[in-house]
């Protein structure tokens, strides 16, 4: 079954396919798989449109990260 | 001699009168062949009566040979089917209540829903709008009913219409500036998160 969400979050950092990100109260933070660079700095806010799929692991995948309007 | 004459006479009346006879039965059994159905159904005046006495007319219709004719206000939607007949539901409520009502007057897949055969019926059921009230023409014979008519479909020009307004308002709902985004995927559409 798999999701798809669209969510605010702030940029932590990128290796290779592997992108982290957390919630701007630090709550949460989360690593997702994405398919090219971002050249995004960190600390930057951005909104990510991912899903989430149980296939059978859990993957989390970015799909687009759009900047934030009027942040950063 | 004159005898004769009368008899003669009273001979030739009874047997006109024989050849007279044989000639109506001959016609009578011609008209007797032709389907009673067939010929009913095309002539049937129909009478708008409320949802819920659909059950009522059906019930009087039971033990005649006459076709009666209702129209009832009620949604639509495409019902089952099988090898010889296709179904439409119909209901006076939108998402409740749904009865399956036959476009076949019989078993043998003599198709009377406007005349459609089984194709042309896929295509009517395409031009179905669910939330829309219809009226939907009911014939009635022997306590059977058939869905003769529902008035008031789509025409193929405004499915086309419809269906080019909703692609229309897919691609707006999907549209996106690519210098706003740092990162995207190849069919990215916004719409779907």
């Known amino acids: 079954m798999t999701k798809y969400y669209a969510s605010n979050v702030v940029f932590i950092s990128q290796d290779g396919m592997d992108i982290n990100f957390k919630t701007s109260d630090n709550a949460i933070s989360q690593y997702f798989t994405i398919g090219g660079r971002t050249n995004l700095k960190f600390g930057q806010t951005v909104k990510i449109y991912y899903y989430v799929t149980k296939n059978p692991l859990t993957k989390w995948v970015i799909e687009a990260v759009e900047f934030t309007k009027g942040a950063n | ?193």
């Open chain 2, 1 to 193: 001699m004159k005898r004769s004459g009368s008899v003669f006479v009273v001979l030739v009346v009874f047997l006109s009168i024989i050849g007279c006879t044989s000639t109506n039965k001959a016609v009578n059994s011609t008209s007797e062949s032709t389907p009673i159905i067939d010929d009913g159904i095309t002539n049937i005046s129909y009478k708008e009566i409320p949802f819920s006495e659909i059950k009522v007319n059906m019930e009087a219709n039971k033990n005649t040979t006459t076709w009666d004719g209702l129209i009832v206000n009620a949604y639509v939607r495409p019902g089952s089917t099988n090898m010889y007949q296709n179904f439409l539901q119909i209901s006076d409520k939108l998402t409740e209540g749904f009865t399956n009502i036959s476009t076949a007057h019989d078993d043998y897949g003599n198709f009377k829903y406007q005349k459609l055969n089984a194709d042309q019926f896929k295509n009517v059921l395409r031009k179905i709008d669910t939330n829309k009230l219809y009226k939907v023409y009911i014939a009635v014979y022997q306590g059977k009913c058939y869905i003769t008519k529902v008035e008031g479909i789509l025409t193929d020009a405004e499915v086309e219409a419809e269906k080019a307004a909703k692609i229309t308002a897919e691609n707006e709902a999907n549209k996106y500036n690519p210098k706003d985004f740092a990162y995207f995927i190849d069919d990215f559409k916004p719409a779907k998160y």
